[in-house]
């Protein structure tokens, strides 16, 4: 089977984690340090904070960002419900704007002053254009999940430029890999300390007289990613835009090759984009035979995603009338081919041709 998506891993990157499980330092230590130091610089943003998953990463946002009980928190039907549940874990109200069927992100010029938190998602890595934010809501939390190595007119995403906090998963189909793994990007200083607070039980190490005191000033968790996870996602990033040059040669190859079928392909970067092509999602009128079709002739694809507004946990969500009408018919077409920077190019060649096969 031919998966979606798969994680690359070489020798340089065994050899890197090997040495840290050789030394004295497993858990969050100077890798960790070195690792969020390191992305800080990629993307271009003051403070990186790691966090144990991007799961944890959105809840540690969300808290940072001080959202509670009675605020609302607006993200897109079209993402996994992660991007939803942290408003869910702090107590606010999930709520959800429909896609722009043009770009399959949330629609931005829908986005007006009564929206005081947003979760806009860069879904397949497309960047969200939030230059085109009608209004600046109180709180932009970025779930760029798909998103590391894709650059937007004003920089790499993760430099938050129009936002306060950007998230990004290490997850072994994401962009680069940390086994799992997540992080926060934000030029704010009181978010990263707050950040590097709820990571790990809220503590406090301020020193005072006592050298073993330490307060537990606030509730807080443990969110936090080893040096093991640390020294292979430092390893990872050396390669991270070989990766996403990688993902964008196998999209336009897909573009060519799939561009006579009647399907619609996904939309592309606009100009002074790039895309981080963490998925190739095409569109098809019998979604259920193809995807059949494709997964008995060998090709592992999915469907990104049951909207947020279908799953069980979202019986709290206070619906429109008429519901998100682009997201559900997105969610009717959609099949996530392979793309991943190991993809071969005889590998790609057998999924093209069954895709021509299952239609
Ligand atoms: C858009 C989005 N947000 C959040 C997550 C959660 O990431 P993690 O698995 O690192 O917790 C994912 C993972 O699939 C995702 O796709």
Not at 287 to 309: A, E, N, S, T
Not at 313 to 328: C, F, K, N, Q, T
Request: aromatic fraction near 8%; proline fraction near 7%; hydrophobic fraction near 40%.
């Amino acid at each position: 089977m031919i998966p979606y998506g798969r994680q690359q891993v070489t020798q340089a990157d065994i050899d890197v984690v090997s040495a840290v499980l050789a030394g004295d330092w497993l858990t969050t230590g100077p890798y960790v340090t070195a690792f969020e130091e390191q992305v800080a610089e990629y993307v271009g943003a003051r403070y990186a904070v790691a966090f144990s998953s991007a799961t944890a990463a959105l809840h540690g946002a969300a808290h940072a960002a001080g959202l509670q009980a009675g605020d609302v928190v607006y993200t897109s039907p079209l993402t996994f419900i992660a991007s939803a549940n942290c408003a869910r874990y702090v107590g606010a109200q999930p709520a959800l704007i429909d896609i722009d069927p043009q770009t399959l992100n949330i629609d931005v010029s829908r986005v007006d002053e009564s929206v005081q938190a947003l979760i806009p998602v860069h879904y397949a890595g497309l960047p969200v254009e939030l230059d085109k934010l009608p209004t600046r809501p109180r709180v932009i939390i970025e779930d760029a999940s798909h998103a590391l190595g894709a650059h937007t007119p004003d920089g790499p995403v993760g430099n938050c430029a129009r936002s306060d906090m950007c998230v990004f998963s290490f997850h072994p189909v994401k962009p680069l890999t940390t086994g799992e793994g997540g992080m926060v990007t934000t030029n704010d200083s009181k978010l990263a300390q707050a950040l590097r607070a709820f990571r790990s039980h809220g503590i406090d190490r301020t020193p005072t007289d006592d050298p073993w005191y330490y307060d537990a000033a606030e509730l807080g968790y443990n969110y936090r990613l080893t040096d093991i996870q640390a020294a292979l996602g430092s390893s990872q990033l050396s390669r991270l835009d070989s990766f996403i040059e990688r993902r964008n040669e196998i999209a336009t190859t897909y573009r060519d090759a799939l561009a006579d079928l009647p399907i619609t392909l996904p939309p592309a970067a606009p100009e002074g984009y790039t895309h981080g092509y963490h998925l190739f999602a095409i569109h098809v009128a019998n979604r259920g035979d193809v995807f059949r079709g494709l997964r008995d002739r060998g090709i592992g694809v999915q469907v990104h995603y049951v909207p947020v507004h279908h799953h069980g946990v979202s019986r709290d969500l206070v619906m429109p009338e008429g519901g998100y009408p682009a997201s559900d018919a997105a969610y009717d077409g959609l099949i996530s081919l392979p793309i991943f920077p190991g993809l071969s190019e005889i590998d790609q060649a057998g999924v093209i041709a069954a895709v021509r096969a299952s239609l």
